[in-house]
Antibody
Framework: EGQLVESGGGLVQPGGSLRLSCSAS????????MHWVRQAPGKGLEYVSA????????NYADSVKGRFIISRDNSKDTLYLQMSSLRPEDTAVYYC??????????WGQGAMVTVSS | DIQMTQSPSTLSASVGDRVTITCRAS??????LAWYQQKPGKAPNLLIY???FLESGVPSRFSGSGSGTEFTLTISSLQPDDFATYYC?????????FGQGTKLEVK
């Protein structure tokens, strides 16, 4: 059974930056696309970004395009999300998720990001 | 983007009830639909993919059906552990989208 563990969440001021990390174990990380999905407090799920197995193919929701960068290090079994120009509306729990043909079969526990002054 | 609309937003039911949640897509998504269950403070859990395929380890009381633009998730006999929020997700397009959620609560 695979596992994903996010880290790097916290409180940041509007306009600031933060990098989330997601450490994978229990499956061959380098053979799966990976994604980030977020959930604002009391709200539903929102797709954020995706990355292919080699890191060359990426995709972003319009709401984060140009501000967030997804990347991965297959030698470290780790997924990243570099977030910049953060806005209050980016406040959410950020989940790292494993791809199963663009459905998500393994989720991390989530990392809380709060954007507030 | 493909819009996903779930109904109802809240559903009150009792243990043993048969319950159905509906998800409608703004355009045809063939069978590219998944369902997730989420409990408070926890990450979502995949229940069904490709509209009707049960994820490994998911109880058989859960079933999914539909194609095109209209889909249903059915729980045949509600158990205490099933009270949660349920989300549908389309993955026909690379930018996947979720429904707004259906909260299944105790009647």
């Amino acid at each position: 059974e695979g596992q994903l563990v996010e880290s790097g969440g916290g409180l940041v001021q509007p306009g600031g930056s933060l990098r989330l990390s997601c450490s994978a174990s229990g499956f061959i990380f380098s053979t799966f696309a990976m994604h980030w999905v977020r959930q604002a407090p009391g709200k539903g799920l929102e797709y954020v970004s995706a990355i292919g197995i080699n890191g060359e193919n990426t995709n972003y929701a319009d709401s984060v395009k140009g501000r967030f960068i997804i990347s991965r290090d297959n030698s470290k079994d780790t997924l990243y999300l570099q977030m910049s120009s953060l806005r209050p509306e980016d406040t959410a729990v950020y989940y790292c998720v494993k791809d199963k043909g663009r459905v998500f079969d393994i989720w991390g526990q989530g990392a809380m990001v709060t954007v507030s002054s | 983007d493909i819009q996903m609309t779930q109904s109802p937003s809240t559903l009150s039911a009792s243990v043993g009830d048969r319950v159905t949640i509906t998800c409608r897509a703004s355009q045809s998504i063939s069978s590219w639909l998944a369902w997730y269950q989420q409990k408070p403070g926890k990450a979502p859990n995949l229940l069904i993919y490709k509209a009707s395929f049960l994820e490994s380890g998911v109880p058989s009381r859960f079933s999914g059906s539909g194609s095109g633009t209209e889909f249903t998730l059915t729980i045949s006999s509600l158990q205490p552990d099933d009270f949660a929020t349920y989300y549908c997700q389309q993955y026909k397009s690379y930018s996947v989208t979720f429904g707004q959620g259906t909260k299944l609560e105790v009647k």
